[in-house]
């Protein structure tokens, strides 16, 4: 199925449901609204003819007028959202139900926490729905068979200022060092080592342009300590010296004229043009 998350949902109800106490099926359909569910149970759920397997850490998501059937062991707890999504943004085309896996325990707080803020703060409780949307849109993406790219994409991003190998990387994928590479090659068109130089170099980039760190600062917050490597690097990346693109940012912002001196230490060091 297709859907839209351009802009928040419309959140009509969002709660913890209990079924399967007094009868074990269930009949009905919402003819306007989705359903979002996060299950904490085993069950069967049949939507159009399919029946699905649920069990604890299933995720659904059924479009409006679906006529949905459920079938229950017992006494069966889920959270769910019933909402309206808007037709803005490009279509995302997401399975009715998924495993959300390692995304289960994130998935949970977001709904609960929608639950407890909707009485009062109806928008809140929709900005964390949406939020929980996304997750389930990206699950299919991550559940494919290069999810170890996202994976190692996710721990580049995130110690972008640490020291990074390629080894350590593919560990954190859980692949191994070649594997990593071929699939990195495959997927995004470069290297490991070439992304990450990218990355950080995109990094410094907007450091040096929109914040007031200290040269230095900004080459230890990409992860090249050494501030002639730093200086060398965006010389051949960037086209300038960091001095020089803070200095372009800085007339730019003082109408052309010169710069104010900034007094913020040692800049690229003994880095030499």
């Not at 069950?43 to 006529?67: D, F, K, N, Q, W």
């Not at 009062?120 to 299919?140: D, F, G, I, N, Q």
């Not at 110690?159 to 990195?184: D, K, Q, Y």
């Amino acid at each position: 199925m297709t859907l839209r998350l351009g802009e928040p949902p419309v959140v009509v109800n969002v709660g913890v449901g209990v079924h399967g106490v007094s009868n074990r099926r269930d009949v009905f359909l919402l003819p306007d609204l989705w359903q979002l569910h996060l299950y904490g149970y085993t069950a069967r759920l049949t939507v159009g003819g399919t029946t699905h397997a649920i069990r604890p850490g299933h995720v659904s998501l059924i479009p409006p007028g679906e006529r949905v059937s459920y079938l229950y062991n017992g006494r069966s707890e889920h959270l769910y959202a019933h909402l309206r999504l808007p037709d803005r943004g490009p279509e995302r085309t997401v399975p009715l139900m998924q495993d959300a896996g390692a995304e289960t325990p994130l998935l949970g707080s977001l709904l609960r926490q929608a639950v407890a803020v909707a009485p009062a703060t109806p928008v809140m409780a929709a900005a964390e729905v949406w939020a929980a949307l996304w997750r389930v849109a990206h699950l299919a993406e991550a559940a494919g068979p290069h999810a170890a790219v996202g994976a190692a994409i996710a721990h580049i991003e995130s110690n972008l200022a640490e020291p990074l190998s390629v080894p350590a990387i593919a560990r954190a994928a859980g692949i191994s060092h070649n594997h990593l590479t071929r699939l990195f090659r495959a997927e995004i068109g470069d290297t490991v080592v070439g992304y990450i130089r990218r990355r950080r170099l995109e990094q410094a980039l907007h450091l040096l342009r929109e914040s007031t760190l200290p040269i230095p600062a900004v080459a230890a917050a990409v992860g090249i300590a050494d501030l002639q490597a730093f200086n060398k690097a965006c010389r051949r990346e960037l086209g300038a010296s960091p001095r020089a693109i803070r200095s372009r940012r800085t007339e730019a912002a003082h109408g052309g004229g010169p710069p104010p001196r900034e007094e913020t230490g040692p800049d690229e060091g003994s880095a030499k043009p």
